[in-house]
């Protein structure tokens, strides 16, 4: 009797029928991928929810990187570091997904409870035409910013940024404003460490600041937009005309690394007549139909930010144009 020994298929044989069982499943149509990056309580989910409405749930989609979380509220207690820390995120995994998504696969997205501090049970992400990213880590890695069209910073002053988390963890997530308090300096070494020099490597950065010496709430902040060369951006010679000095100006600065830049300032307290026809041709580049959406700008119940509008328009114009 004749042994006949089978031999095992080698690895390089196994990897390529995967690779050729993943192209055949492929989804036609490439997605336009969009970061949002910044620390906690920076403005990212304000301003993704604006473009997200005002494009519509069928073209557009948007997660957060919280939910790549590895461990709940209660199981943080007892580490020596928090959320801002690589160690305490699936930051592998969230690389594998942005992968598959700007592939146009599905991905099974794990998800994270802000109001319990709890992990949930995974859920299906299918992408749509456009997906949005944002939260601490989406720039975090070379090859998670590879998968990105256009990439985005949110760098408010500190003080800002702190009186925001204050505002939303004791209104929205149980906290007290001393729990707060002792948890943004406890998190401040890995803000400094893993969060901040994201913003090296964005395409845009933007700051909604109060303009000093002026009285008013969030919804009259102004706002400074660094167009960094990294991508093409809009031809804004029709936005910057004499009729719309009071509202926008652009000129040339120097970055944090010293390397000139231009950066447009959108001022909070301009006139609404002047600023809507910023918005408005800002809108006519865009070339989509119908009216402004209503969603732009809106910080809240009845308060719109002309500035954020703005910011979301120019993002809305890479989107559509990628």
């Known amino acids: 009797m004749i042994d006949v020994v089978r031999k095992e298929p080698s690895m390089s044989h196994r990897v390529a029928a995967i690779q050729k069982a993943t192209a055949r499943g492929a989804h036609p149509t490439r997605v336009t991928m969009l970061a949002i990056a910044g620390d906690s309580a920076s403005g990212k989910t304000t301003l993704t929810k604006g473009i997200t409405q005002a494009l519509g749930a069928e073209r557009i989609a948007s997660f957060c990187t919280d939910d790549y979380h590895r461990y709940d509220r209660e199981e943080r207690r007892g ?188 001022h909070g307290h301009a006139p609404t007549e002047v600023t809507q026809v910023v918005e408005e041709v800002l809108w006519d580049h865009i070339g989509l139909p119908g009216p402004i959406p209503e969603p732009l700008g809106v910080i809240g119940p009845g308060k719109r930010s002309a500035s954020l509008a703005i910011a979301q328009l120019l993002l809305i114009y890479h989107l559509i144009h990628a």
């Open 79 to 266: 580490l020596p570091f928090t959320p801002l820390h690589p160690e305490c995120n699936y930051l592998d995994i969230l690389e594998q997904h942005l992968q598959l998504l700007t592939l146009g696969q599905s991905v099974l997205k794990p998800v994270y409870h802000h109001s319990t501090g709890t992990l949930g049970r995974p859920v299906l992400f299918e992408p749509k035409e456009i997906v949005i990213v944002e939260g601490l880590f989406p720039l975090w890695s070379k090859l998670s910013r590879a998968t990105f069209d256009v990439t985005v910073f949110l760098d408010p002053p500190e003080e800002v940024r702190r009186r925001w988390k204050i505002q939303r963890d004791t209104g929205k997530r149980g906290y007290s404003e001393d729990q707060v308090l002792a948890e943004l300096e406890r998190r401040e070494p890995e803000s400094d460490a893993y969060i901040r020099p994201q913003r090296r490597n964005a395409d845009i950065v933007i700051s909604f600041a109060p303009v000093a010496g002026r009285t008013g709430g969030d919804e009259t902040m102004s706002a400074t937009i660094l167009l960094r060369p990294t991508i093409p951006h809009p031809d804004l010679s029709s936005v910057l005309t004499g009729d719309t000095r009071e509202s926008v100006h652009l000129k040339l600065i120097r970055d944090q690394d010293g390397k000139p830049v231009d950066a447009l300032h959108v």
